[in-house]
Structure formats: structure tokens, C-alpha cells
């Protein structure tokens, strides 16, 4: 059975420092010749590249709904076969969502560090502390980090209104080079950050003067053996979008197209590339087309080849921002409207109001896929869908999925691994 140090960096609410801490926790102990291996709970598209920064390794999603127990234990066990290091960062609060990160730290057995701000309180900082330790019996504790501390007199106390029987781990104080900044869907992307390395430098600092410069105690990580996947997608080349423009890829759906037997090609249409040639089918990510929608519209070269792509009947798989692109308009909150590829009939409107958030299912011939959806834009769109998520828990109707011959597309962002059946349909262009 495979073991290794562990801690699962978690917080009572989201805009607590869970990224920040992980990130400076990861270049820390990597900076001390560490090998050091960071999963993020729930479903994350951003966060995950900030810690990879951090990590150099991959980061990969925990959740035990989506991504499945045994999957889980697969992915933590594999890691602890050579890292030095396994951190988690939770999602939101501890004790929040179902399952909740509280959850997988007391599934896996791995110790919860709780970051909590300090900011404008004192004594009262210790209830809180009490609370998440406390909630749930049986939940592995390793202690507490004060974030956003004004001074070493706050940071006492801060101390002394903990319970002792609490570790106290040390404090960060607030510091604009340690933030990192956010927007609607969260903190920005890691190419976008201005000196993200140095911001993440100056947290790995101040964490060297904390307890969690030490490693942890090793965890056992005991898992299933892995299936056999049978190579369903032999021989295809699959050409993905990468860019600012379109980024929302879990590493765990690359790494099953290429289990599949797929080549995996990229190309940027931010960038007006191309789609490479020898591309048997597309995928069109989800991310922000709407910040790049002017660029988007002007660049010929790659809404031209998308365009002879489908005109071909090659498939077009597309989520969310990826969707948008393929409309006939999107129009931005300013009231900015650009053309599209007109691929799929429709206009989108983005909002300042959340439209969709939370796990969804999508439930097909080849079965249940497991997903979510997150999104502030809305479509209008005379197309009828072939197929609509549910939500779980409630099984009311999530989001639709439109299919235009060989494309296939919806705000669902799918995690492929919890059908590879369905995935290599989708990317053959079969029914589904």
C-alpha cells in the first residue's frame, strides 16, 4: 500500500487564501527539492493551472460524486507511489456541497489544514477555528493558518482565542504580492496573471516561517486496480482549441482520449491558427470567449477552416464558451455584439448574474456521464435539444444538448472518464 505525507487545504467559505496557501505550500516544499503532487476538489478549471505553476506537475480533480470513489483512491495512490507530498485544495467551505470537501479528507484520511482570514475579528477567529475542527467527529484535523493578519499583536490574538487542543500553524499577513486576482468565473487564468511566479514566491516565504514547512505524517492511500480500457479511438487525431479564449479542459479528459488511443493535436484560434490537418474530429473547450470576442470575430483563417471541418462532416464536440463560438452572435454585458462562426443557429447574451451553477448527469444510450455546468451567458436558439442533464439529488432538468449534424454541443462541461463509451461516441460522430 502505497503512503505518503498529506494535507487537504480547506477554509470555512470561499475568498479565504485556499489557492494562494496551496500554491506557496506546493513551490515551498518543491524549492526544498521536494516532489510534490496537488489535486483540487470539485470541478475546476482554473485553480488547477495556478497549482500546476506551483507543482510542475499535472492537477488533477478529486470528487467523489463526479470523478467516483474508486477513481479517487486510483488517482491519490498513484501519486503516492513516487511524490514526496500530496496537498489537496478543497472547494468553497469545508462542510459545503454534498459530498463536501469535509467528505473526501475523511474518506481518504487526509488532514485538513483550515485557512481562515483574520480579517476584522479577533478572539471570535477561535469559534470559527473550534467549529470546522469540531462539526463533524472522525474528520483528521492538522491545524489551523490565520490568513490576512494585520500585525504580530492580531496574530496573537488570534492565538489566544484558539482552543488548545487546536494546532495553531502560524499566520499570513496581507500582502498585495501574495494575491491573486478574480473575476466572474473565478481567479484569473495563470498565463494572465502579472508576476504570478513572484506572487507565489512571496506566499512560499512566508509559509517557511510556519509549521506546514514541515511534512506531515504519512497517509496510506490503498486503491482498485485500474480498468482496461479498450482503444476506442485508435488512430484518431483530435484537435483541441487552446487558449485564453478557450481553456476549460480537465487534464483527466485528455489523458482518457489519449488512453482511448486518440492523438491529440491543439491549435489556437485566438491566435488565427488553423485546424491542424489530419483532424478526424474537434473539441471547442469552454473559457471566456466573450473577453476575445472582436478578436474571435476577425481572425478568417481559423473560423474558415472550422467551418470546411464541419462542412466535411467531421465531428465538432463543444462546451459552453466553446458553444458560443459556433452561434451565429454573442454579445457581451457592455451590449457589444460580434459575429460568430454561425455554425449553429442562435445568439448568446452574457449577464452579470450567475445563469448556471452545480453538478449535472447526462444520461444517454451508452449510459450516465457525469459532469457540471457554470455559466453567465444565455442562448437563444430555435433548436430543439436531443437530450437534457439532470441535476442530482433532485433529477430536475439541468442543461440541454443540441445536436447540428456532426456537431454536438451544451453548457454541460462532461468528465469523460465516467464514460468512455459515450466520450469515443461523441468524437466518431455516432448516435448517442
Not at 175 to 190: F, I, Y
Not at 287 to 299: D, I, K, R, V
Not at 385 to 390: C, E, N
Request: charged fraction near 15%.
Amino acid at each position: 500500500m502505497p503512503a505518503c505525507p498529506a494535507l487537504f487545504i480547506s477554509a470555512p467559505a470561499s475568498g479565504q487564501g485556499k489557492t494562494t496557501v496551496t500554491a506557496g505550500l506546493a513551490l515551498l516544499h518543491r524549492q526544498q527539492g521536494r516532489k510534490v503532487r496537488v489535486f483540487k476538489t470539485g470541478p475546476d478549471f482554473l485553480d488547477p493551472k495556478i497549482l500546476e505553476r506551483a507543482s510542475g506537475a499535472p492537477v488533477l480533480s478529486l470528487d467523489l460524486w463526479m470523478v467516483g470513489e474508486a477513481q479517487c483512491r486510483r488517482l491519490l495512490a498513484d501519486a503516492a507511489q513516487d511524490a514526496d507530498l500530496i496537498l489537496i485544495e478543497g472547494v468553497m467551505g469545508l462542510f459545503d456541497g454534498t459530498p463536501s470537501s469535509a467528505d473526501i479528507a475523511t474518506t481518504f484520511g487526509v488532514p485538513v489544514v483550515a485557512v481562515i482570514s483574520g480579517k476584522s475579528m479577533a478572539q471570535t477567529f477561535g469559534a470559527i477555528a473550534a467549529g470546522l475542527a469540531r462539526y463533524r467527529p472522525g474528520m483528521p484535523m492538522h491545524g489551523v493558518l490565520a490568513n490576512h493578519v494585520g500585525s504580530a499583536r492580531h496574530a496573537q490574538l488570534l492565538q489566544e482565542g484558539m482552543p488548545g487542543d487546536l494546532r495553531w500553524l502560524g499566520h499570513l499577513g496581507t500582502s498585495d504580492e501574495m494575491t491573486l486576482p478574480a473575476r466572474h468565473l473565478g481567479l484569473h487564468q495563470a498565463e494572465e496573471i502579472e508576476r504570478l511566479g513572484d506572487r507565489m514566491a512571496a506566499t512560499a516565504r512566508a509559509l517557511a516561517d510556519t509549521a506546514l514547512a514541515a511534512l506531515p505524517a504519512p497517509v496510506d492511500f490503498e486503491a482498485p486496480p485500474s480498468p482496461v480500457l479498450p482503444r476506442l479511438l485508435d488512430g484518431k487525431q483530435i484537435a483541441i482549441a487552446r487558449d485564453t479564449a478557450f481553456s476549460f479542459v480537465y487534464a483527466q479528459n485528455i489523458r482518457l482520449l489519449e488512453s482511448l488511443g486518440a492523438r491529440v493535436a491543439y491549435f489556437s484560434p485566438l491566435a488565427n491558427d488553423a485546424v491542424p490537418e489530419a483532424t478526424d474530429a474537434l473539441f471547442l473547450p469552454g473559457g471566456y470567449p466573450e473577453l476575445h470576442a472582436a478578436s474571435l470575430a476577425e481572425n478568417a483563417v481559423s473560423a474558415a477552416s472550422i467551418r470546411a471541418h464541419a462542412a466535411a462532416g467531421k465531428p465538432i464536440v463543444a462546451e459552453c464558451g466553446g458553444m458560443l463560438y459556433l452561434l451565429d452572435r454573442l454579445t457581451d454585458t457592455a451590449g457589444a455584439s460580434s459575429p460568430m462562426l454561425g455554425l449553429l443557429p442562435g445568439h448568446a447574451t452574457m449577464q452579470t448574474r450567475l445563469a448556471a451553477l452545480g453538478m449535472q448527469q447526462l444520461d444517454t444510450t451508452h449510459g450516465p456521464m457525469t459532469g457540471h455546468t457554470f455559466h453567465y451567458s444565455n442562448i437563444e436558439t430555435p433548436l430543439t435539444p436531443i437530450y437534457r442533464a439532470t441535476r442530482p439529488g433532485t433529477g430536475t432538468a439541468g442543461e440541454r444538448v443540441f445536436r447540428v449534424g456532426a456537431i454536438v454541443a451544451t453548457y454541460f462541461h462532461g468528465y469523460w472518464p465516467s464514460n468512455p463509451a459515450l466520450t469515443a461516441a461523441l468524437f466518431h460522430g455516432s448516435a448517442f
